[in-house]
């Protein structure tokens, strides 16, 4: 089975709103919050989400290094075959988290990681050439679904180091190399 860890905001993970921004990292086994719909998706294709590590927006961006820090450890210990950074949706700062932590998993700990959000979010253009970024809706709702389904692919394919195909053929956004 492959082992997947996703990241998620306080939003996301269904902790609180704007209000608990500055929620330090912490972890919790299993999936949680969005994660339940992806889970099922993974599920079909031989992987599942054994934990979900969560920051706040403002905590993560305030003290970047520390916060990458903390919950990388958090990742290694779940053992993790792939990391999942969203999906982040047209969330601004959480887009900007997703793409760090992303971009410090892969070219730090060697760690196959991506992110998940929409064209308007301001980390797409600003890691897209990084790191692999998932097209998702703006927010929940139409075309969530078929977003969530690329990103079961997708984590299965880098979790087993199968080859990548074309923006096209995966959902991610182009990248210039």
Known sequence: MIRVVQFLNQIQSGMGGDESMDIKPQSQRGAVGMGMLLKTMLMKKGADIVGTVICGD????RNKASAMKELSDMVISYKADVVICGP???HKRFGECCGYF???MTEQ???PAFAAMSKESTGTPAFKDKVYIIETPNVGGS???TSLRKMADFAVKMASKTEIGTAEEEGYFPQKK
């Open 143 to 145: 075309g969530l679904n």
């Open 102 to 104: 992303a971009s410090y």
């Open 109 to 111: 700990l060697d760690t």
């Open 58 to 61: 403002n905590y993560f961006l």
């Open 88 to 90: 982040a949706l047209n």
